[in-house]
Nanobody, 123 residues
């Protein structure tokens, strides 16, 4: 499975961005999808995850009520809508795919990774 993340850019604090994660292959619906981020000088951290059906979503406390994860299995694409962005959200954002049905916040439990897309939030 190949993942291609896109949609990053420069935005002012309070603004919004929508990230997309396009995947290859016909097995997209069999993967739990997740978003992670790595801020400068920090470890990679979990942001959000969505179940295979799209019905169940999970968020880090730091993004809850601001970010929304979703997926379109017909388009083999996952999304991360990011609202009310603040400078602390500045990071490279990665999408990842995990085999099986259980969500996870642990990056080592994800099997496939995209190349990352940079989000920069100015104050």
């Amino acid at each position: 499975v190949q993942l291609q993340a896109s949609g990053g850019g420069l935005v002012q604090a309070g603004g919004s961005l929508r990230l997309s994660c396009a995947t290859s292959g016909r097995t997209f619906s069999t993967y739990v999808m997740g978003w992670f981020r790595r801020a400068p000088g920090k470890e990679r951290e979990f942001v959000s995850s969505v179940s295979r059906s799209g019905l169940n979503t999970y968020y880090a406390d730091s993004v809850k009520a601001r970010f929304t994860i979703s997926r379109d299995n017909a388009k083999n694409t996952a999304y991360l809508q990011m609202n009310k962005l603040n400078p602390e959200d500045t990071a490279v954002y990665y999408c990842a795919a995990r085999s099986g049905s259980l969500y996870s916040t642990n990056p080592v439990e994800y099997d496939y990774w995209g190349q990352g897309t940079l989000v920069t939030v100015s104050s």
